[in-house]
């Protein structure tokens, strides 16, 4: 018997989609597209939001079933006809989406093994549940109590228990969109680790993602999905690089990735000193520790810091106390001290927070685009409490045009969308409601590299307005692309605060991985 490996480029095709075509209401999502992936082979693809990517793989995984599309899945050599979830499951594909799937209120172990419990004779062995899942998540990378509700956690470490509810099956084809979007370098660097060390075992990996770095690193083939249809299949190799990624996605080269700014910084106009959080629910826990920072007009302001270093909780309880139980700090706005007691509050003094959370925090799911735009300050286009729905549909519409949110109607549910026009519907929210502070929360996270550079151009038309942005990323070339200074946290303390021609990938890590607290006299 040969035991030789067979190379990733030479094996025979496990999967192939066929002229794979689907249509939703007025928009015709893929066209006749085709790919094939080979055993123990890492397959890429990569396209604009609105591309058809995520379409395509839930096609594949039986999330638009058997009759809903046009075109053949072949698995093995054989034609399937996947009608569900379970179905694709049960030929050994999995799927972890973009916007996770898991069940806020039960634990990490629940969630791992819904629908696939360990059991004799109709009683689930939690004892052995436990064990299977400390080992998975141990593979992930994942330190956490098992019995642990999901809800406790960020969405980085609600990614990394979807991965290890996909390891729990008998995996053979793996699909992953967007797996990097909410981790730090270091667990993102753990996980592209982990998908090697499958490859090597056989197991073949569908990634859709915006990291090109990442998809350049891991990556075995490249698949470019444009306006629905396929573009070109890419080898990865010596000629392949991030720009000529780009130049396939977006049909033209990119020159640079941030635009040109010229910084036009006035006075500090919103300043938070000596602030202090305690957790929701564990009282003895501090989330942010006498934290101070400020804001000039004009001016972009970062925030640095690893994964569960207390970025979000920061800048969220400083919106209306909307996370946390307050317990010490003040906030001045433009000279005087102003109470922020809730989200309503927060919004009348001109601040806006674009969530990270886009599908929880950020929309209502069962609105459609119009409402969604206007819905944080109806206000605006009401008279004597009725909506003025005329006014509506022209601000949506001005909306749709400004940020380029690909749908065919403004009375198109929001549920329908890309998650990256999904992010441009909560950034027209926010902007709608004129703030003179908007703060941002991994603004780009899932986007695409040209929507990213339309993001970054709005934060600049919104800084040369006279208005205050602060931005959270978990990527540093981001932070230093866009920003004019740069905070860092750690566990909940500001840590340092470097001006732009001050601050390297290198200075920034020292600062969010110890407490120099150097920033406390800002």
């Known amino acids: 018997m040969n035991s030789t490996p067979v190379a990733p480029g030479d094996a025979p095709p496990i999967l192939e989609m066929r002229n794979i075509s689907k249509e939703f209401p007025g928009v015709k999502a893929l066209s006749r597209v085709s790919l094939s992936v080979n055993e123990g082979e890492v397959h890429a693809i990569c396209g604009e939001n609105g591309a058809g990517k995520s379409t395509l793989m839930k096609v594949l995984s039986g999330v638009y079933g058997f009759g809903s599309y046009s075109?053949?899945?072949?698995?093995?050599?054989?034609?399937?006809?996947?009608?569900?979830?379970?179905?694709?499951?049960?030929?050994?594909?999995?799927?972890?989406?973009?916007?996770l799937a898991l069940i806020p209120e039960l634990s990490i172990v629940e969630n791992i093994f819904?629908?696939?419990?360990?059991?004799?004779?109709?009683?689930?062995?939690?004892?052995?549940?436990?064990?299977?899942?400390?080992?998975l998540l141990e593979r992930?990378?994942?330190?956490?109590?098992?019995?642990?509700?999901?809800?406790?956690?960020?969405?980085?470490?609600?990614?990394?228990?979807?991965?290890?509810k996909a390891l729990n099956k008998n995996v053979q084809l793996l699909i992953l969109d967007e797996p990097t979007a909410a981790l730090n370098e270091t667990d993102s660097q753990h996980l592209l680790g982990l998908i090697a060390g499958l490859r090597?075992?056989?197991?073949?990996?569908?990634i859709i993602s915006h990291k090109l770095n990442e998809i350049e690193q891991i990556a075995d083939e490249i698949t470019i999905i444009r306006d629905g249809r396929k573009v070109e299949t890419l080898q990865v190799g010596d000629n392949i690089n991030e720009d000529r990624i780009i130049q396939g996605m977006v049909g033209r080269s990119l020159e640079a990735r941030y635009p040109d700014r010229s910084a036009d910084i006035g006075e500090v106009f919103f300043e938070v000193r000596d602030w202090t959080v305690q957790h929701p629910s564990v009282a003895d826990r501090l989330v942010v520790k006498h934290a101070s920072m400020n804001v000039r007009r004009g001016e972009v302001v970062g925030i640095a810091g690893l994964m569960g270093?207390?970025?979000?909780?920061?800048?969220?309880?400083?919106?209306?106390?909307s996370y946390g139980t307050y317990l010490a700090g003040s906030i001045t706005k433009d000279g005087r001290p102003v109470e922020l007691l809730d989200v309503a509050s927060a919004i009348r003094e001109g601040l806006a927070y674009v969530s990270e959370d886009r599908k929880t925090l950020g929309l209502n799911l069962l609105d459609t685009i119009k409402r969604s735009v206007v819905s944080a300050k109806l206000s605006k286009i009401a008279r004597r409490g009725v909506v003025d729905e005329d006014a509506e549909i022209r601000v949506a519409e001005d909306y749709r045009k400004a940020l380029r949110i690909k749908t065919p109607s403004v009375d198109t549910g929001v549920n329908t969308l890309s998650g990256g026009n999904q992010q441009k519907v909560v950034l027209a929210k926010w902007m709608f409601t004129d703030p003179d502070l908007l703060i941002l929360d991994e603004p780009t996270r899932g986007i695409d590299?040209?929507?990213?550079?339309?993001?970054?151009?709005?934060?600049?038309?919104?800084?040369?307005?006279?208005?205050?942005?602060?931005?959270?990323?978990?990527e540093l070339p981001e932070l230093l692309g866009i920003s004019d200074r740069i905070y860092t946290v750690f566990e909940g303390s500001v840590t340092?605060?470097?001006p732009i021609a001050e601050a390297?990938?290198?200075?920034l890590m020292r600062s969010m991985t110890s407490l120099t607290r150097k920033a406390q006299a800002v």
């Open 496 to 498: 340092d605060c470097l």
């Open 140 to 164: 992930v990378g994942l330190r956490e109590d098992p019995d642990s509700a999901v809800k406790q956690l960020g969405v980085g470490k609600q990614q990394l228990v979807e991965i290890a």
């Open 309 to 321: 270093a207390g970025r979000t909780e920061f800048m969220r309880s400083i919106f209306g106390r």
């Open 200 to 206: 090597d075992r056989g197991i073949a990996s569908i």
């Open 449 to 474: 590299v040209g929507a990213k550079y339309e993001i970054y151009a709005i934060i600049n038309q919104l800084a040369a307005a006279g208005k205050g942005v602060i931005v959270i990323s978990s």
């Open 71 to 99: 075109g053949e899945i072949v698995l093995r050599g054989e034609v399937m006809r996947f009608r569900d979830i379970r179905s694709s499951e049960q030929a050994g594909i999995a799927i972890i989406h973009q916007e």
């Open 504 to 507: 390297t990938p290198e200075s």
């Open 114 to 135: 819904l629908g696939n419990e360990i059991a004799s004779r109709g009683i689930i062995d939690w004892d052995a549940a436990r064990r299977r899942a400390v080992e």
